[in-house]
């Protein structure tokens, strides 16, 4: 239940927003069954991009084809089985999946409260370049590196960093008190989830306290800066758009 008065720390803006599980209502998605499915950003809030999270109830499946999208697929908890086309997958906490356009997939075998976050975007080829095909890994056999030479902060770049990709999927980890090094303004656009730990998180020129399980969007040339506090590191993990000249 909310607190009195209709607190809530949820804040949707022109240039950001964001969201906190304690605001989020589930939406029914063709191919989804027996899942709660929570869309956390789209195009309604002015992204350019969608960013969903599915938890699974027992006998929970997602099913479908990426048509003309791109789907980066992160296995927050749990685990469960994945086909994807036509290969068959064990996914565990910590595995990732990037399935480009035109590919069947099937989620199944999950067991209760296993979570998936699903970034979408339309794929944008790049003329005179192969397209990306089906990639599996897992955040540990990927390398946490110092950012910027900050030991403290460090980052995991979870797709290969090559032209033919339009978007990348990383992992930052920041030790207690480690901050990012500079008020960042640019054009690429972000969908984040923390994913543990906590910390402040400015945007625009407003600052916000940030937990384990919120949700924020960055419009392109949104200020942003982050600093981790408490007693244990914080860790999100964040898409931007990449690779591409602007319109």
């Known amino acids: 239940m909310n607190d009195l008065f209709g607190f809530s720390r949820d ?3 022109e240039r950001y927003a964001l969201r906190t599980p304690s605001g989020f209502v589930p939406s029914a998605l ?5 899942a709660v499915c ?10 350019n991009f969608s960013q969903w999270l599915v938890t699974f109830e027992a006998d929970g499946e997602g099913r479908g084809n990426t048509g003309s999208i791109e789907y ?3 296995l927050v908890a749990g685990r469960c ?5 036509g290969e068959k997958q064990t996914l565990t906490a910590g595995s990732y999946l990037y399935l480009p356009p035109q590919t069947d997939f ?6 209760k409260g296993t979570q998936l976050l699903i970034f979408q975007k339309r794929f944008e080829p790049l003329a005179g370049a192969k397209r990306p095909g089906v990639i599996v890994g897992h955040e540990s056999k990927v390398a946490a590196k110092p950012f910027l030479g900050n030991a403290g902060a460090r980052l995991q770049v979870l797709l290969p960093d090559k032209p033919e990709f339009d978007l990348a999927v990383n992992i930052f980890t920041y ?8 008020v960042e303004t640019h054009v690429m656009e972000h969908g984040l989830q923390m994913l543990r730990g906590q910390g402040i998180y400015r945007l625009d020129a407003d600052w916000h306290p940030v937990q384990a399980g919120d949700v924020i969007w960055m419009a392109p040339y949104c ?4 600093v981790a506090m408490g007693k244990t590191p914080a860790s999100y993990i964040y898409y931007k758009n990449v690779n591409r000249a602007p319109m």
């Open 106 to 111: 099937q989620f199944n075998g999950a067991g």
């Open 81 to 85: 089985a994945a086909k994807v086309a």
């Open 223 to 226: 200020p942003q800066w982050f």
């Open 38 to 47: 929570i869309v956390q950003i789209s195009p309604a809030m002015g992204a």
């Open 11 to 13: 804040v949707v803006r």
């Open 72 to 74: 980066f697929v992160y």
């Open 30 to 34: 063709p191919g989804w069954t027996n």
């Open 175 to 182: 030790q207690p008190g480690a901050t990012l090094p500079f």
